[in-house]
């Protein structure tokens, strides 16, 4: 209570001031403030504000972020030591030296993303005169999930500012931007950096070292981190050693909390449950990916596409284990269903998600460079939702009128009434 | 007396600034996209396009009273066309490698809309000499857009300006690659480019709030 009273201090002190957005920015950054509308007023005060939102996602995130510390250390030390042969939970993942690398290098990443974005968000309202926004609290938290774990941290500052001001402030802030802010700073880092951000040397800690030692000629026994995308890419499907729980439940390498399908899946149900994420996208964007998936898988099957090809690998992927591998589940659950950019109407919904989930997948087939398409798929839909949107208010408004011209309006006689109530109910 | 009129200097700061033919009336952009990965191509787009439309502009001005107004377009891109090829054949006789880094897009000045509207809006309606001063203004507007967004591509891009090595180099990592940092692949492809025009155009206008449109 004192820490907020001081804040409040200050924050008269500072009124009128051009630091006072700053100081007003943390004041509603920790505490609600204690002015409201008078008592008398008219409006209805709800609890479930943009900040409540966010760190409802928050709250879905960290199981997530969690896990990913746990596989960042499992990660590292299955590529020195070979995977344990008898794998038990408690004794090979959920261990104080997995946990150890995760600290050293998963909370760096989520310590760079949030300084740089607060203080790019700080300045931003300092200029604008505004309170701070919260909507760098979701974004902060995404855009270290969603990187390899070994990207460096300059790279990192670089791109959420790009995001952060690119993505969001020149459109005018939170709630007014077209893309979404963390897969603008993904897009941004994956077409600077392609070196950092593809191949099989960036998906575990240490992997890129590894690989310049045996490069020197040392001889370390280590396997490389390629992700199960990765080896389908190149038709080594075979070589995998990963089953199928390993892929559900995420004891996989790929960027840091997109590994595990299960705790996405928790993290999806409980933003269902409490209303804050459409369960429309995330159905649609599911239905889509496992259409594509179906379409690939049966081309194969005619045999139009041969063994020879270098599509083969993944087009003859069980089309429902593209959900497990790579970012399509985090991306689904957490991306495509940014209130922001998505659609607003419940019917586009169904075709934003869809399109989503089928684009996709094709971008994860076709893409030559890189296997994986997810972000991509989203930008592009965070670009035709507002289009989507338009149409299907149309059809409404089509629709409706089309009822009226077929309604009988009493008094039948007189024109001018039924004329008026067209004005009116359309 | 000066050696120019102020209201002839204004034909040649003008452009610079708040009429500036990218910035503010939004023409040329496809090149300016294009070909602004290098330095080098950069400057020498920008003094191709100044000699065609210093060139352009005074030849108009003086047909301006013996052109009919139903064809006008047509000898507009006579005119422009011959001077293009001029360029073009000069480029590929003494500078090979950069005709071929500049590729279609100098036969592509003809289409500059820059150049068409100077034509028409006025060489049309002005002396020679007012058009020619039009012309090289214009074109240095173009061209100071065009120098900044090929300085900061390159650099950030290739690390190099002119093609000279000014960060060190990225394979033996000296200098500053020494340290870590690493050329952004994103400066090289032309959306950076859009980035880049569309954060110009983001300072002028907080610099000099009179120009932001109204919509």
Not at chain 1, 314 to 333: E, R
């Amino acid at each position: 209570m004192s820490l907020k009273s001081k804040l409040h201090e200050l924050k008269l002190k500072y009124q009128g001031k051009k630091m006072a957005p700053a100081f007003n920015a943390f004041h509603t950054f920790l505490f609600s403030p204690d002015e409201t509308t008078h008592a008398g007023g008219t409006h209805v005060k709800s609890a479930d504000d943009l900040k409540r939102t966010m760190n409802t996602v928050i709250m879905a995130l960290i199981p997530v972020l969690i896990f990913s510390m746990f596989n960042a250390g499992y990660q590292h030390f299955s590529a020195i030591n070979g995977f344990p042969a008898d794998f038990s939970l408690m004794n090979d993942f959920l261990t104080w030296d997995n946990f150890w690398i995760g600290i050293i290098k998963v909370l760096p990443l989520v310590v760079v993303s949030y300084g740089v974005g607060l203080i790019v968000e700080f300045i931003f309202a300092v200029i604008k005169g505004h309170e701070v926004e919260e909507g760098y609290l979701v974004t902060g938290m995404l855009v270290p999930l969603i990187v390899p774990i070994d990207t460096p941290l300059w790279m990192l500052a670089v791109a959420v500012v790009f995001g952060v001001v690119i993505g969001k402030e020149v459109f005018g802030g939170t709630g007014m931007n077209i893309l979404n802010p963390a897969l603008t700073i993904r897009a941004f880092l994956f077409f600077a950096y392609p070196t950092w951000m593809s191949g099989d040397k960036v998906w575990v800690y240490g992997a890129r070292e590894r690989s310049e030692e045996i490069l020197a000629g040392a001889n370390v026994d280590a396997i490389s981190g390629e992700t199960i995308l990765g080896y389908l890419a190149q038709n080594k499907g075979a070589e995998m050693t990963y089953s199928v729980s390993d892929m559900f439940f995420g004891f996989i390498p790929g960027s840091v909390g997109e590994t595990s399908a299960f705790l996405i899946l928790l993290g999806g149900l409980f933003l269902i449950f409490t209303k804050i994420a459409s369960w429309r996208i995330m159905v649609s964007a599911v239905i889509g990916s496992l259409v594509m998936g179906l379409i690939f898988n049966q081309v194969v099957d005619f045999g139009w596409v041969g063994e020879s090809s270098k599509f083969y690998g993944l087009m003859s992927f069980d089309f429902w284990k593209h959900l497990i591998v790579g970012g399509l589940a985090f991306g689904i659950v957490y991306m495509a269903t940014d209130p922001v950019t998505g659609s607003q109407t419940n019917k586009g919904k169904w075709y934003y998600g869809f399109f989503i989930g089928f684009i996709s997948v094709m971008i994860r087939v076709f893409n030559p460079a890189y296997p994986e398409g997810v972000f991509l798929a989203i930008l592009l839909m965070n670009v035709f939702a507002p289009t989507i949107d338009h149409y299907v208010v149309r059809g409404n408004i089509k629709r409706r009128m089309n009822r009226l011209k077929n309604a009988t309006i009493y008094p039948k006689d007189s024109d001018g009434k039924a004329k008026e109530l067209k004005a009116e109910t359309v | 007396m000066a050696l120019l009129s102020k209201k002839d200097t204004n034909l040649i700061t003008d452009p610079l600034a708040d009429n500036n033919p990218i910035t503010i009336q939004v023409l040329g952009i496809c090149s300016a996209l294009a070909i602004t990965a290098e330095l080098k191509a950069s400057l020498v787009m920008a003094i191709s396009v100044m000699f065609v439309l210093g060139a352009g502009n005074v030849v108009i001005s003086l047909m301006r009273n013996i052109i009919p107004s139903k064809i006008r377009i047509i000898v507009q891109l006579i005119v422009v066309a011959t001077l293009v090829i001029i360029v073009d054949q000069v480029l590929k006789a003494y500078a090979y490698e950069l005709s071929k880094t500049l590729a279609v897009f100098v036969g592509l000045i003809i289409t500059n809309c820059i150049i068409m509207g100077r034509f028409e809006a006025f060489a049309l309606a002005n002396g020679p000499w007012r058009s020619f001063l039009d012309g090289i203004g214009n074109s240095l507007g173009y061209g100071v857009i065009l120098v900044i967004v090929g300085f900061f591509r390159e650099l950030l891009g290739s690390g190099t300006l002119f093609g000279f090595p000014v960060l060190g180099d990225p394979i033996m990592k000296t200098g500053l690659y020494a340290t870590g940092y690493e050329n952004n692949g994103f400066m090289i492809i032309p959306p950076a480019a859009l980035i880049v025009v569309g954060i110009i155009i983001w300072v002028q206008r907080s610099r000099n709030p009179a120009l932001v449109e109204e919509n």
